[in-house]
Every structure is written in structure tokens, then in C-alpha cells.
């Protein structure tokens, strides 16, 4: 059956901003379907609050809306576009949640656009629990036995029926307060009790426990006459209980007969009839008794998932693709599957390879969050890597992680039994880096059995982790390495950096030695079939076998880096860079080459670039994709600018080896890292940096201070505990700091630097060719310096910032690029303060913010950076239209949008280990986990969107608290009598109230939680209660630290927003006055491109439209006449 | 030989070779020694217990493409035979030790105990690829002393290996005797089942669904199978067996017989390749055969399309584009009348399902009781009872 003809328009909702949970694999799934159906000549409207994303790029869909995704906005977007349709199953939760409330709020249906690809019923009956245990029974399987009960006596007769431990779940609690494992009686009796204390109905559910049971995932897709296929199976490593996104996962399932999986697949099969998703795919998870096989259905998730991208690139079967088609009306059988193009997608992918995830956590950013790994998902990234076997795919995933703890490792002697018992005994918990530990307890010589008791690791997995060890001993025992042990070692995914500590040798040497014995890797092909059919695509990933199945090529090529795993400060906006470098090098003539392992992304999508490596980042695999490259054809050289720090780290080493390395030489890279090199560089420009100093004790710290003036800013040369910068007054405090924080000393010294009060941060993007600059964008900075500008919104174009403060950024910017020697994209952070431009950091590469940029200006910056990497000249690339023909990013005119950059923080995802959100105060330490972007005509509404966009948005009425630092009680009283006279209620502690009272702002007080009596509530148990609309609270020093930090988790976890610093307090008050003026309107990116009209009427078209600009430009009839030259600086 | 922990790091040696020269140096796996066969490849990531039982495999070397193999030791449920019947066994990376709380001993050891020689550590992907371009072709796996002999003198004694071309098969692996399987429940049919080779969930699958099942050695005759119940059985079934179709002719003059009375025919792989025959169809041998669990296969009747178990090289040729006159009506004045292509595989247009019109037969190329493999095409046991129920009913009015 061909697509449906009564589509013509299709609304695709996104997934906004990374969050825990919810990354960049809806970026994946997002842009293949906007992909699949722009190339069936459907209209694609896109709503996406996220800038840093593929999908938002201008050319992957018709109209592209950076709006916040809540269901009024979506609404006002539906009337003005009038889809067909509504997409929602690939935009994760978010979507599906937004799309659930458009169907009840009856607006689906007044305008006439029903969702396709999952149906609202069959999403309820897969997302509501009770529901879908209907639904498990009704498809003859069977869901955790529970029971609910309202008396202990209930409770222990339900514990003797499931047998213990049980699970006690008390009902309507909030965060899951007092629920626990009992394992007997007595447990039961003291958490049950309090359980059911806790509950408001005196009930409690008691589940039986499936924890340490083997849990697997099947990947299932449907169309609408009812095939079905199950694209992939996945085995996590971890048993039951440990979040599958937390989890180590395996494809294919490993240790499943034939007749246990096909058990598997018959009930998924039969659940997703019976839910009736019509069209699309779904994820089901299930748990399998490991003493006797007994299957219990977990969940399903009705839509595209995390875990349907992972199976994507683990098999090549593009879930999200195939579902975008399907949704559209083709049968899984009229779909060709791309690799091999002869075949049809209705079809069960074949691996003969193995695949590994690892989740990749960021628990160093919240120190005092608890790491025991649950139910709830905390890693912010992962990393997959394939090899031919469990043991290479497993060890090539570990040193995907790029941490110097992730791998398996032999140092130190060998574990006592009674080190080995402690390691295990540590290994019960399930942590980050428990497999290391495992391995450990291993080598200890603990046996596979004692070690599977106390984890739950399926024997099959420990013993593959035994063989690891066991050719360890032999690399380390033999006499030399000899082609048949490194072919061993290498087989069982050994690197040479594990080789060289084995063997007491620099890595280079074990390099050298396996080069000069031919030991090298080959690469095979990701086909989907396991070799039945021949494949066309190059997906490739290397492993120690025979045959390699790299083609020769003929065109140059170049290699792009990615940026490896997904962290905080290093996501989604690097592979956005990689991404375009890719589309605009190829567009340029060139094959392109991508090397990555992070399966959320864009980057390891086949479609993406010419060739794709699926490996590690680390110098070994690289250099081995190079040489393999070398082999097949000429290599222009590799980009490693785009991806973040990952591949930046690498530059010199490959360099070293003799890779060509394009773009800003690592020479110049080092530079600008290099705090002495650095600091003649700015001396030979003429350029401020602020004063700073080292300190190795107290005394010293004063001295230096003293030298440098106050305020400073200090850190620990290394963090302890997590406390970072500080900004500092006097020298009694100073002391305090350097005592209390740290153990200043020889080892650990402490920085000093000043800190620029008032400064007005800002950051820039630019790029460089050696002779022509191009300024991508300036960006003002809202929160002070001293917050990480990752955490700190901004906007584009400043807003507070003249002509001629641009343009001393500007002659700043081309100064440090000119004496860094940058080739290609640079990102400098200054700081303005009385009238002095500070630099304070400059990176030669491309910069988280280079897709906020390309998104506010309507320029593609990051493919004009490839295109100069590889030798276009800025000038080239303005007369072949990549670039506008006149003004840059520096030169906005004055009727350019206002774009808001604001970050998005996972505060509300760790708890500390006594079960308290952990607190939310900004810092030097980037902690978001992703961004939005509000972009309008003003400033504040802009701002107002992006609030909106990040959280539960600014609020329109109600009561705003208000606690502020003594150093900033007057600066907040324009704001706040501000709010007050848009109709707020000012609530606040005592001391702020007497500053309000006196500038004539009434205000009710209310305790501190410190102060907090029987009869009155605190503050922080009227946020609790949900009478608070909106927080502002700026940290006031030590001593009010426990109550700040009380406030802050209370409005935390109660979603409401909170504001920590003065000059986010002013942007509040301009957000909430825009707001309170009416409805958003909404617009999308290509008609603020229109109306900018940068390119000019009829310039640039020819290649504009492939590049970025879009239609907008190509098919923009009367867009007005261009602006001429630079405008006048500053929006405002 | 095992090092300290217990692993086999140092196995001896085995060598590989295909008759065109092209030679593989792995491990030894399983039984040492020397055997020769056909190369096959089997794509199915679960299920290895029921390839190596399957008979259909006699006389071949089974390459694995999924790289580990053993993970779930070896049972005494799952078999699909009395025995191992592959000629040899190629993996890459052998399990070290079985997980599964239904496994009774290692693969290996059943392996060995069976005289099975295998060979593990080579690039089997790279063999599979070689296979896929080259055709299926005749292969040797050498180990111990063997193993040491020049490539050259492993390569003539593989060119001496029979051909599957042309081979007939199913007597080697047929029943001696017949044996029956009794319905479970009620009693609804009796069927007689052809084993050319038979799979032993062939017969539950039928049981469950009120079959009794009598399973007949393949050199059966007409009076054999009219012999069969009280009234004669209420269909014929043909297995799946190992060899050339088209060498089968004593089988294809018994099932003339059958389709002549107008008695009710099932045949699965080997039996739709028999039925193709005696309808007058010709056979031929694909280039390198299906065999794996994820094969797309399209129901013409419904356009549904279903994953399927299959394991054939050889297939029927007859035209997918429109239902003809059985050709033996006109070459051999049968009177079978129309037939049609009732199932094809997606990814290649093989025929994989043959129905009579004007007759109650039909039958499927690949494996509806799969053992390995999806449940899917179950449906085809149902339209056996049916096809039965309905020529009763023919038979009572």
C-alpha cells in the first residue's frame, strides 16, 4: 500500500532540550523523519525548543519553529501552519506529552490534525500501569505480582503470598519517599509501617521483587496491515534494577536459547497488537528468572526511544526512518532497506558481531548526589562500540568512556583474596564503574560463581571478563609479544595503551612492535544481514580478523572527529559542527569520513557522511582509521576542531604521528591552552586579561589577593568535594576559603584571580582564515562571570552592549585570532568591566555555542569553518553564498530577533543519599545538561520563551520570594518593585523585608527554615505546599548556606522557577512584563531569515539553499530589500 | 595447554579448506579429525542445538555468522533429531562455559561425543562473504596430524567430496521404522508423514492441533501410506530432508499417488521442492541457499508478510506472476489443473510456497515449525486441518 495522498503537511514535534533521559537520540530520530518526509514532498513543520539540535537546522524542514513545546505554543503553531497531521512518537516523552494534551484539550480535533504513527489510546495503554498489566494478561504473559494493602497484617500476608524480599511502594509519596526493599519481617514490619504512615491513604503496594533477575529489551515495529518485526534484542549486563539507560547492554541477546527468545518475541509481538500501536515502533522490556526462565513483561514505551536508537546503530535498521515511512502509510515490505538496497525492510536484522553500550555519568558534578545506580536514570551519555566479540566490543566500549578509570586495568600487584572479597563486596552495589571493580575482584581470584552470587552478572559475562584476565596474566608472563599473542590480545580487545602497562611499556613502543609484526585491525561492514547480501553502505568497525572491506576511493578525504560519549559540556552541539562539516565537505567534493561511538547522534548515522567508523576516540583507533583510510585513498586530512575537547586532545599526538592535521594547527591549539603562551599572546595583542595568582597556602592566598585587589576568585587547583570557585571580599574570608575548602600545598595549590564585579560577560564566535574575519555572533552574557557560561543564558545580538563595545570586540577578537594563528572556527570569552575589555579565555575551536549561533543569525557557520579548515577563503565563501555577501554575526541589524540562549540543569535527577534533591546553585562547574533557545522581536520575550522552554516558564501571577545577599539588596529593588506593581505579592525573610519596607515595597515575612516553629510554616514548606510562584534567592555566603540550600531544592523539586542571581532577577522581570502582554506569537526560523535577509534578494541562492539558509532565501518572494553595511550595534 | 585460570588459550590447531583453494588456519573445536561436506552459512543469532539436529544439514558444513556459539550449552529439549547431523562446524568464538538454567552439558562436549570436527578463531565472516560471491561449495576441515598436510593434498581430498548436486539423501536420514505421534487431546486426524529428513517439532506442532501423527520412512510406498489409520490417514505430509530434489524420483512417483487421490497434502522445504516435481515444475540450486531465521516471507493469499525459518539450497522454479496448469498435466496427462505461487521470499522472488487449486494440496519451502525461528507462519498447520476438515467434509456430502 503506497503513502497516504491525504497527507500533504506533517507537524513533527521534537524533544527540546537534553535532558537526563532524553538526549540527542530524538535528534537522530527527529531529523531522519523530517528527512523521510520532506522526501516524499510532505511539508514538514518542526517545533523544537532545542537550537543545538540537527533538526533545526532551516534545511531539514519547511517551517522550523525554536519554540518552547508546551501545548498552547504548539497550538498557536498548528493554527497558523494548518498541518495534515501531528508526528509525536519521535520526539521522546516530551512530544508524546504534548500531543496527548492537544488531543484532550480538544485541539487535534478542531483543526483537524490527528496524530499519526501511535494512537492516543494506544499510547494510554502503554504508558498507564495498571492498563498495560490488562494488556500483559490479556497477550498470556505475566506482569510483577503485587498487592496493595492498608494494615500491617495485610502486609504480611501479602509478603508470605509473593515471598520475600518484596518491594514496598507507598502510595502517593512524593519522589518515592519511604518506598524499600524488605527482605524479611522485620524489614517489612519497619518500612511498611512507616510506609504506610507516609501514605495520605494508608496504603501501601507490595511488588514482588524481580531485582537481580536478567532483564532484556526487544525493539519491535508494526504497520498498519500488522506485520511485524522485531528489529533487535538487547541483553543488559546489569540484572534487573539498575535502570536499562544505567545499564552495560548487549546486542544481540547472548545467553537466550532459540526457544526462550522466540518466547520473548512472541509476546512482544502479541503486546504490540494487543496495545495497537498502528504504525512505528516500540520498545518492551522484560525480566527472565535466571533459575528458571519465568518472564515477567516490565514496560513498554509506545514511540521511538533511547533504546530504539542504540538497536538503529546497532544493526543499521533506521527504527526512526522505517517509522517516519510507515506513519505515512507504507508497509514495512515496500520500505528497501538501505544497506542492502535489493532487500525490503520487513525483515529481522542478523548480527554477527556484538555490540556494547556504556552509560557515561557525570556524579563529579554533583558530589552530593548518591551514585548507587537505581530505577531512575541518571547517566548523562554513552558510548557503543561493535566488535566480533563480547570481550573486544566490551573493552572498546570501556575506553570509549575516555576515562583513565573505565578500562580494565593490571596495575598494582595482584588483588589479595581479602582485597579481591572488599572489591566485591563493593561490586553488590551497583555503581558507575562497578564492571572495573568486578574485574578486579576477578583477578583477586574470586570465581565466577561467588562473584555472579553477589552481583547478579550472568555467569556467561563474568567468565568472558575471566578470559580478559587470563590473557592478561599471559601478556604480562611472556617472554615478548609475538604476532600470535598480540593477535590474541587484540582479538580480545586489548589496546596497546592496556599492552604497554601490561608490559612495562610506553604505548608507542607496543605500537611500533605490532606495526612492525603486521598485527593491525581490519575493518568489517554493519550490514544488517550478517553477510547474506552484499552491502552498499560503509558502515564500518575494525576488529582482528582477516578481511578488511574497505573500498578503494578516488576523491580526497577527509576525517572528522566526533566528540565520543555525551557529558555535561560536551553533547549535542559538537556533533552538530561535525555534522555540518560533514554535509558541507561533501557537498565541496570531498568523501568525508566520520569517526565517532556515540550512538545518540547524528554523526553515526550512516546517512551522514561518506564513510562512517563506529570507534573509540582514542589515538590508537584513530591512527588505525587513518591508515586504513590512507590505504583506500588520498586523505586531505582530519578535523579535529569540531568535536569538543575529545578529538581536540588528540591533535598533537596525531600530528606527531604524521597525520595531517586541517584546519588550526596543533601548535596553535596549544597556544591558546597554555597559560604562559597564552598570556604573551595577549601581551603582544595589547589585550587585558584579569590578574591572577598561585597560592600554596593561606597566608599566601591573602599575599597574592592582596597584590591582585579584591574581590578574587578562588578554586582548589583540583576539585575537593566539588567546591569550586568562590568569589571572595577580604582576607579574613579568603583564609577561611583556603582552610575550610582546601589543603593548600605543593601538590594542590590554590588560584587566585580577580574577579571582575559587575562585568558584563560576553562571548563570541568567529572565524578565521588568515587573512578575513567573520564574526559568527556576539553573545551578552545574563548571569555574572564566575557561572560557567555553559550554565549562563545569553542573548544574540547583546542587548546592553554600543557600537563601540562591539567594536573593541571585534579588533579583540581578530587580534587573538591572528596571533593564535586559527584556521577556522575560534570562540573567545571576554569580560567588560568598567570600561575594560577582559579576555578571559580564547579556544581555537568550535564552541558549544556555534548552533545557537547558526540558529539566531540565520548563517551555517559551522560548514563555512569546515570549508576554511580545508583552504575557502571567507571571501570565497561570501561570493559562493555560504556566507552572507556583506556584514557578519557582529554587524546585526537592528530589526534581527533577539535570541535567548538558556541552560537546562538535571538538578531535580540526583538525590543525596538521604533523599534530598541536591542543590541547584550555579557555579564555575558546567552542570546543565542541554539549552533552549527563545528567540522573538524584544529581549524580553525572547527571555520569557526561553524560560518557558526550560522549565515551567516565568509565572504570570501569585507570590514571587524574594531573599537576596547583602551585596545585593540594592540592585534588586528596581525588579522587585516592579513585580510588585505588576500585581505579585512580594514574600520575604526578615532582613530583605526591611530593606522592601523601606524603599516602599510592602511584603509579607515569612520564616526562615532555620526559624521554623510548630505553628508557622517556613518558607521552604510554603514552596513545598506550591504557594510560592517563583524564587530568587542569591547566595549570601556560608552562614545562610543550609537555608539557601533548603529553599533552592524545595523550588527544585517542585518545578517552579528560580532565580540566583541579580541580573537573571532583572531579565525575570522583563520576561514576565512581556508575558503579561499577550499570547506568544510564533515564527519560524526561515521568515526570520527571511526578514533579516542577510544573503540579500537574489544573492546566493544558487548554492543558498542547500546550505543552511533554506528556502527562505531561494523561494522568499518579496523579502524586502537588504540591508546595507553594518547597522547600529545593540538591538535594544 | 589451558593456562592457570582454565582457559583454552592454546588450542591445536585446524585448517580450512573450500575446494576453489581458498583455505582458513583456526582452532580446533569439537571432535579432531577430518571431515568434508557442502559450506553452508546459517545467519540465525539463536537456535544453533536445533541447527545442528536438524537433518536437513547432512552432508554440510555449517558456518555460523553469529560469533558466539555454545552460550547456552547444550539440552536434551531442544533437538530436532536423535543426533548431530551436520557434516562439520565452523564458529568463531566458542562459549568457555554454558549459561542457561536448561543447559546439561557444554556444546563442545556434545560435539566431540558426536564426532563432530569443527573449527573455531577464523574470520567467518570473511568465509561467508567468500560463499555468497563464490556459491555454496565443497569444504574440508582438517585438525590434528591433518592439520600439518599440504594445503594441495587438502585440496584434492575436498574436489574427491560427492556433490550435493544430484544427491540423494533422505534414506540416510530417514526412520527405519515407522513411529507414531500421538495427538494430543482429542483425536481430530491422522496424518502420514513422509520422513525425508523430518524435524521433531514437525510432528508436535501437528499433535497440538489434534493430529495423530504417523511418521513413515521415506522409502514408503502408496500402500504403506493407505495403511495409515483406519480409513487410510486424512493427509499426507512430506518432510524437510537433506539432498537434490531432483534426484528424488521414488519419492516423487509416491506423492503422484497421493495427489492422484485427491488426499489432503502438507510438504514443508524438501516436501515443496517434491511437490513442485510431481507437479511438473523443474528444481534448480540457488547460488548459496537461504538459511536463517529472518527471511521475509509474503503470503500472497493475505499479503502478509511473515519472518521465517529456512534452510534450503534448493529451490522450485515456477512463474510468480500468474497461476498456471500444472505443467506434468500436459508433459505426463496427470490431471492436477491450476497451481499457483502461494508464498515468495521478499528479498530474492524465490518461490517459497506452492498451492493446488483444483486440488487439496499445497506446500511451503521454508519452515513454519520453526525450531529455530519465528512462530509466524504457524498459521500453515492450521490450514492443514483445515484443508483435512474440508475434504472430509467434501467426502461426506
Known amino acids: ?1132 | 595447554m589451558s593456562t592457570a585460570a582454565g582457559f583454552d588459550l592454546d588450542r591445536a590447531p585446524a585448517v580450512l579448506v573450500l575446494e576453489d583453494g581458498r583455505t582458513f588456519r583456526g582452532d580446533t573445536y569439537g571432535a579432531t579429525g577430518q571431515t568434508v561436506g557442502e559450506a553452508v552459512f546459517n545467519t540465525g543469532m539463536t537456535g544453533y542445538q536445533e541447527t545442528l539436529t536438524d537433518p536437513s544439514y547432512h552432508r554440510q558444513v555449517v558456518v555460523m555468522t553469529a560469533p558466539h556459539v555454545g552460550n547456552t550449552g547444550f539440552n536434551d529439549e531442544d533437538n530436532e533429531s536423535g543426533r548431530i547431523w551436520v557434516a562439520g562446524y565452523v564458529v568463531r568464538d566458542p562459549a568457555l562455559r554454558p549459561s542457561n538454567w536448561r543447559s546439561q552439558r557444554p556444546l563442545e562436549d556434545a560435539l566431540v561425543e558426536q564426532g563432530v570436527v569443527g573449527i573455531s578463531g577464523i574470520d567467518t565472516r570473511a568465509l561467508t562473504r567468500h560463499l555468497r560471491e563464490r556459491g555454496a561449495m565443497r569444504v574440508g576441515i582438517f585438525s590434528g596430524e591433518r592439520a600439518q598436510l599440504p594445503v594441495t593434498e587438502l585440496v584434492n581430498a575436498v574436489q574427491r567430496a560427492p556433490l550435493m548436486k544430484g544427491a540423494a539423501l533422505a534414506a540416510e536420514v530417514s526412520t527405519d521404522e515407522t513411529y507414531v505421534v500421538p495427538a494430543v487431546g482429542e483425536r481430530r486426524f491422522t496424518v502420514a508423514a513422509f520422513d525425508l529428513g523430518i524435524k521433531a517439532m514437525t510432528p508436535t506442532l501437528m499433535a497440538q492441533q489434534g493430529i495423530e501423527v504417523h511418521v513413515l520412512p521415506a522409502t514408503s510406498t502408496i500402500e504403506d501410506i493407505r495403511a495409515v489409520g483406519e480409513h487410510g490417514p486424512d493427509g499426507v505430509f512430506f518432510s524437510n530432508g537433506p539432498g537434490d530434489p531432483a534426484a528424488a524420483d521414488a519419492e516423487v512417483a509416491v506423492l503422484r499417488e497421493v495427489l492422484d487421490a485427491r488426499i489432503p497434502f502438507f510438504g514443508i522445504c524438501f516436501g515443496n521442492q517434491l511437490l513442485g516435481r510431481a507437479l511438473g515444475f523443474g528444481t534448480y540450486k540457488l547460488k548459496y541457499g537461504h538459511r536463517g531465521i529472518n527471511q521475509p516471507v509474503m503470503d500472497r493469499t493475505t499479503g502478509k508478510v511473515e519472518v521465517t525459518a529456512h534452510n534450503h539450497g534448493f529451490a522450485v522454479d515456477a512463474p510468480l506472476d500468474r497461476e498456471v496448469a500444472a505443467p506434468a498435466d500436459e508433459n505426463d496427462g496427470t490431471a492436477y489443473g491450476r497451481v499457483r505461487v502461494s508464498h515468495v521470499c521478499l528479498n530474492d522472488d524465490v518461490v517459497e510456497g506452492l498451492e493446488c487449486l483444483d486440488l487439496p494440496a499445497y506446500s511451503v519451502q521454508y519452515h513454519p515449525e520453526a525450531a529455530a525461528g519465528p512462530h509466524d507462519a504457524g498459521y500453515l498447520f492450521d490450514r492443514f486441518v483445515e484443508l483435512m476438515s474440508n475434504n472430509e467434509k467434501g467426502n461426506r456430502s
Open chain 1, 1 to 1132: 500500500m503506497p503513502k497516504r495522498e491525504d497527507i500533504k503537511s506533517v507537524l513533527v514535534i521534537g524533544s527540546g532540550p537534553i535532558v537526563i533521559g532524553q538526549a540527542c537520540e530524538f535528534d537522530y530520530s527527529g531529523t531522519q523523519a523530517c528527512r523521510v518526509l520532506r522526501e516524499e514532498g510532505i511539508r514538514v513543520i518542526l517545533v523544537n525548543s532545542n537550537p543545538a539540535t540537527i533538526m533545526t537546522d532551516p534545511e531539514f524542514a519547511d517551517a522550523t519553529y525554536v519554540e518552547p513545546i508546551t501545548p498552547e505554543i504548539v497550538e498557536a503553531i498548528i493554527a497558523r501552519e494548518r498541518p495534515d497531521a501531528v508526528l509525536a512518537t519521535l520526539g521522546g516523552q516530551t512530544a508524546l506529552n504534548c500531543a496527548i494534551s492537544l488531543h484532550e484539550s480538544g485541539v487535534l480535533e478542531k483543526y483537524d490534525c490527528p496524530l499519526i504513527g501511535a494512537n492516543v489510546e494506544a499510547i494510554q495503554l502503554g504508558e498507564d500501569r495498571e492498563k498495560f498489566k490488562g494488556v500483559v494478561e490479556r497477550c498470556g504473559a505475566e506482569s510483577a505480582q503485587s498487592v496493595i494493602c492498608h494494615t500491617m497484617d495485610e502486609c504480611l500476608s501479602a509478603a508470605t503470598e509473593l515471598g520475600y524480599p518484596v518491594v514496598v511502594r507507598p502510595s502517593f509519596t512524593m519522589g518515592g519517599l519511604g518506598s524499600g526493599f524488605a527482605y524479611d519481617e522485620r524489614d517489612l514490619r519497619r518500612i511498611a509501617g512507616a510506609g504506610l504512615q507516609y501514605s495520605p491513604t494508608t496504603e501501601v503496594l507490595l511488588e514482588e521483587s524481580i531485582t537481580g533477575w536478567k532483564e532484556y529489551e526487544l525493539e519491535v515495529m508494526r504497520d498498519h496491515v500488522d506485520n511485524v518485526v522485531v528489529v533487535c534484542s538487547i541483553e543488559n549486563l546489569d540484572p534487573m534494577g539498575v535502570h536499562t539507560g544505567d545499564s552495560i547492554t548487549v546486542a544481540p541477546a547472548l545467553t537466550l536459547t532459540d526457544r526462550e527468545y522466540q518466547r520473548l518475541r512472541d509476546i512482544g509481538i502479541a503486546i504490540i497488537r494487543e496495545v495497537g500501536v498502528d504504525t512505528g515502533g516500540c520498545n518492551i522490556q522484560f525480566a527472565v528468572n535466571p533459575v528458571d526462565g519465568r518472564i515477567i513483561v516490565i514496560e513498554m514505551n509506545p514511540r521511538v526511544s533511547r533504546s530504539s536508537a542504540l538497536a538503529s546503530k546497532a544493526t543499521g535498521f533506521p527504527i526512526a526512518k522505517i517509522a517516519a515511512k510507515m506513519a505515512i502509510g507504507y508497509t514495512l515490505d515496500e520500505v528497501p532497506n538501505d544497506i542492502t538496497r535489493e532487500t525490503p525492510a520487513s525483515f529481522e536484522p542478523s548480527l554477527d558481531y556484538v555490540v556494547v553500550k556504556v552509560p557515561r555519568f557525570a556524579f563529579e558534578k554533583f558530589p552530593a548526589a548518591d551514585p548507587t545506580l537505581t530505577t531512575t536514570m541518571k547517566s548523562v551519555g554513552e558510548a557503543m562500540s561493535i566488535g566480533r566479540n563480547f570481550t573486544e566490543a566490551l573493552q572498546k566500549a570501556l575506553r570509549s568512556m575516555e576515562r583513565k578509570d573505565s578500562t580494565f586495568h593490571w596495575d598494582g600487584p595482584t588483588p589479595s583474596e581479602e582485597q579481591a572479597r572488599t572489591f566485591l563486596h563493593t561490586a553488590k552495589t551497583p555503581t558507575d564503574g562497578r564492571i572495573v571493580t568486578v574485574q578486579q575482584a576477578m583477578r583477586g581470584g574470586l570465581s565466577v560463581e561467588e562473584v555472579h552470587e553477589a552481583t547478579g552478572i550472568d555467569p556467561w559475562f563474568l567468565d568472558q571478563m575471566a578470559l580478559i584476565n587470563a590473557i592478561a596474566d599471559r601478556v604480562a608472563g611472556a617472554p615478548e609479544l609475538t604476532p600470535t599473542l598480540l593477535r590474541l590480545a587484540k582479538r580480545h580487545g586489548f589496546s596497546d595503551a592496556q599492552l604497554a602497562s601490561l608490559r612495562g611499556m610506553p604505548e608507542a613502543v607496543v605500537r611500533g612492535v605490532r606495526h612492525a609484526l603486521g598485527v593491525r585491525p581490519v575493518y568489517k561492514t554493519v550490514d544488517t544481514c550478517a553477510a547474506e547480501f552484499a552491502a552498499t553502505t560503509p558502515y564500518h568497525y575494525s576488529t582482528y580478523d582477516e578481511e578488511t572491506e574497505v573500498a578503494p576511493r578516488e576523491k580526497p578525504a577527509v576525517l572528522i572527529l566526533g566528540s565520543g560519549p555525551n557529558r555535561i559540556g560536551q553533547g549535542v552541539e559538537f556533533d552538530y559542527s561535525c555534522v555540518h562539516a560533514s554535509f558541507a565537505l561533501r557537498e565541496a567534493g570531498y568523501d568525508t569520513v566520520m569517526v565517532n561511538c556515540n550512538p545518540e547522534t547524528v554523526s553515526t548515522d550512516y546517512d551522514t557522511s561518506s564513510r562512517l567508523y563506529f570507534e573509540p576516540l582514542t589515538l590508537e583507533d584513530v591512527l588505525e582509521v587513518v591508515h586504513a583510510e590512507q590505504q583506500a585513498g588520498p586523505v586531505a586530512g582530519v578535523i579535529v576542531q569540531l568535536g569538543g575537547q575529545t578529538p581536540l586532545g588528540l591533535a598533537k599526538a596525531l600530528k606527531e604521528a604524521g597525520v595531517p592535521i586541517v584546519g588550526t594547527s596543533p601548535e596553535a591549539i596549544d597556544l591558546a591552552e597554555d597559560r604562559g603562551a597564552f598570556g604573551r599572546v595577549l601581551a603582544e595583542a595589547q589585550l587585558p586579561a584579569p590578574k591572577h595568582g598561585t597560592a600554596y597556602s593561606a597566608a599566601e592566598a591573602v599575599e597574592v589577593a592582596r597584590e591582585i585587589g579584591y574581590p578574587v576568585l578562588v578554586r582548589p587547583s583540583y576539585v575537593l568535594g566539588g567546591r569550586g570557585m568562590e568569589i571572595v571580599y577580604d582576607d579574613e574570608t579568603l583564609a577561611t576559603y583556603v582552610t575550610r575548602a582546601t589543603v593548600a600545598s605543593p601538590e594542590h595549590p590554590v588560584l587566585v584571580d580577580r574577579f571582575l564585579d559587575d562585568a558584563i560577560e560576553i562571548d563570541v564566535d568567529a572565524l578565521y582564515d588568515g587573512t578575513d574575519m567573520y564574526l559568527g555572533g556576539i553573545m551578552e552574557h545574563i548571569e555574572e562571570a564566575g557561572i560557567h557560561s555553559g550554565d549562563s543564558a545569553c542573548t544574540l545580538p547583546p542587548v546592553t552592549l554600543g557600537v563601540a563595545e562591539l567594536e573593541r570586540v571585534r579588533e579583540a577578537t581578530l587580534k587573538l585570532a591572528e596571533g593564535i594563528g586559527v584556521r577556522g572556527l575560534m570562540n573567545v570569552q571576554f569580560a567588560l568591566a568598567q570600561d575594560i575589555l577582559y579576555v578571559l579565555e580564547a579556544n581555537p575551536r568550535a564552541s558549544r555555542t556555534v548552533p545557537f549561533v547558526a540558529k539566531a543569525t540565520g548563517v551555517p557557520v559551522a560548514k563555512a569553518a569546515a570549508r576554511v579548515m580545508l583552504g575557502a577563503t571567507i571571501k570565497e565563501l561570501r561570493e559562493e553564498g555560504l556566507l552572507p555577501p556583506i556584514g557578519d554575526g557582529g554587524t546585526m541589524p537592528s530589526h534581527a530577533p533577539v535570541a535567548v540562549k538558556e541552560a537546562v540543569l538535571p538538578f531535580k535527577r540526583f538525590r543525596t543519599r538521604d533523599g534530598q534533591v541536591v542543590d541547584s546553585l550555579l557555579g564555575p562547574e558546567m552542570r546543565s545538561t542541554g539549552e533552549v533557545m527563545g528567540i522573538d522581536q524584544d529581549f524580553g520575550t525572547a527571555f520569557a520563551k526561553g524560560m518557558l522552554a526550560a522549565g515551567s516558564g516565568l509565572p504570570r501571577e501569585g507570590r514571587i520570594f524574594v531573599s537576596v545577599a547583602n551585596r545585593d539588596k540594592r540592585a534588586m529593588i528596581f525588579p522587585v518593585k516592579r513585580l510588585a506593581d505588576l500585581g505579585f505579592t512580594i514574600v520575604a525573610t526578615t532582613g530583605t523585608a526591611d530593606v522592601l519596607r523601606r524603599n516602599g515595597i510592602p511584603s509579607e515575612v515569612v520564616r526562615k527554615h532555620s526559624e521554623r516553629t510548630a505553628g508557622d510554616a517556613s518558607i521552604v514548606d510554603l514552596i513545598l505546599a506550591g504557594d510560592i510562584a517563583m524564587v530568587v534567592n542569591t547566595p549570601s555566603g556560608p552562614n545562610a548556606r543550609a537555608d539557601g540550600y533548603a529553599i533552592r531544592a524545595a523550588t527544585t523539586s517542585m518545578d517552579k522557577p528560580i532565580v540566583t542571581t541579580v541580573q537573571e532577577l532583572a531579565a525575570a522581570v522583563q520576561g514576565i512584563e512581556a508575558q503579561m502582554q499577550g499570547a506568544f506569537t510564533v515564527k519560524p526560523l526561515q521568515e526570520h531569515a527571511r526578514d533579516l535577509d542577510l544573503y540579500g534578494v537574489g544573492t546566493g541562492v544558487g548554492t543558498g539553499v542547500g546550505t543552511g539558509v533554506g528556502t527562505g532565501v531561494g523561494t522568499g518572494s518579496g523579502a524586502g530589500t537588504a540591508v546595507p553595511g553594518p547597522a547600529t550595534g545593540g538591538a535594544a
